[in-house]
């Protein structure tokens, strides 16, 4: 299974312990969040999934820069060496 590094904000890093980042194996970005979720408890897993399973739509998580929501959503493959950001969205006008 590929090892990815996740890396999070401040505002998220909380639920790692306060480590904004961290090395994690999966083979796609639904089993990341559920081993995130499994290794640092369930509030992170909560804070990216809606009560449907769905990606939050306050959330917006990046492979290599690219938006999950354009590739394949969290279905999306991962590969050794990746890189996750998992950034709250930014909104306002």
Known sequence: ???VTVTL??????ALGGNRETK??????RELIKALGERYG???TRRV???E??????INI???GRNIRNIGGLETPLREGDRI???PAVAGG
Not at 9 to 14: K, Q
Not at 53 to 58: T, V, W, Y
Request: glycine share 4%.
């Open 1 to 3: 299974m590929p090892e």
């Open 9 to 14: 904000p401040a505002p998220l890093a909380s």
């Open 24 to 29: 994690i194996q999966a083979s796609s970005i």
């Open 42 to 44: 369930e509030a992170l």
């Open 49 to 51: 999934l809606d009560q």
């Open 53 to 58: 399973g769905r990606l939050n739509p306050a």
């Open 62 to 64: 990046y492979v290599n």
């Open 85 to 87: 950001t998992i950034l």
